[in-house]
């Protein structure tokens, strides 16, 4: 595979952990690339949780997964990524993904914030089970998210090791502040 976009360096790592019957969230649905993935991983035994604050993503997300013919196993809410422990329980999720900064596209105005994106990361690790894995893109290029990269960056790397690896890794010779891929992965 050639595509070195870190959506697609991500999902290789989601295509490894995602099994038939997971419960699976994409915490930014965006225009439903990941719910779409993690929806065919998850299979007709699996639920996919989506979330989204913006009406047009939850537009063009469900279109896709219809398009596309994506099991019926997901749910779409128009709801912050800060509230997805009201749908999921603890220790019941094998995948969450977060893709931060704004959609594609859409509003750069309607950008993820770091107090709800922390508050989602913490809900998540409480969601996660053994072994559960959160996939995390950071973007902070142009008009988007330099004080929510930073704080998120710092809240990571106070983790209790015992419990969480982060693997951090970088576009490193890349120009103009490129997206930083982060995983982490309930010990």
């Known amino acids: ?20 019957g997971d419960i699976c969230i994409d915490a930014t649905m965006g225009n439903g690339n990941d719910t779409l993935l993690l929806s065919t991983l998850a299979g007709s035994a ?16 469900e279109e896709r997964l219809r398009k596309d013919g994506a099991p019926e196993n997901w749910s779409l809410f128009l709801e912050s990524h800060a509230h997805m422990s009201r749908y999921a329980g603890p220790g019941s999720v094998s995948c969450i993904v977060f893709n931060l900064g704004y959609l594609p596209g859409g509003d750069h105005s309607m950008a993820t914030r770091s107090d709800s994106t922390i508050q989602a990361l913490e809900q998540s ?37 015992r419990k969480y690896l982060v693997i951090r890794s970088d576009y490193y010779n890349r120009p103009n502040n490129p997206p930083i891929p982060v995983l982490i992965i309930r010990l």
């Open 46 to 61: 699996g639920k996919v949780l989506a979330f989204d604050i913006q009406e047009s993503a939850l537009r063009r997300t």
């Open 1 to 20: 595979m050639n595509n070195y976009q870190i959506t697609q360096w991500c999902a290789r790592f989601i295509r490894e952990q995602v099994k038939p």
């Open 125 to 161: 690790l409480i969601l996660l089970k053994k072994g559960g894995l959160v996939s995390l893109c950071i973007y902070s290029g142009g008009d988007s998210g330099f004080e929510e990269r930073d704080a998120v960056l710092s809240w990571l790397s106070g983790l209790d090791p």
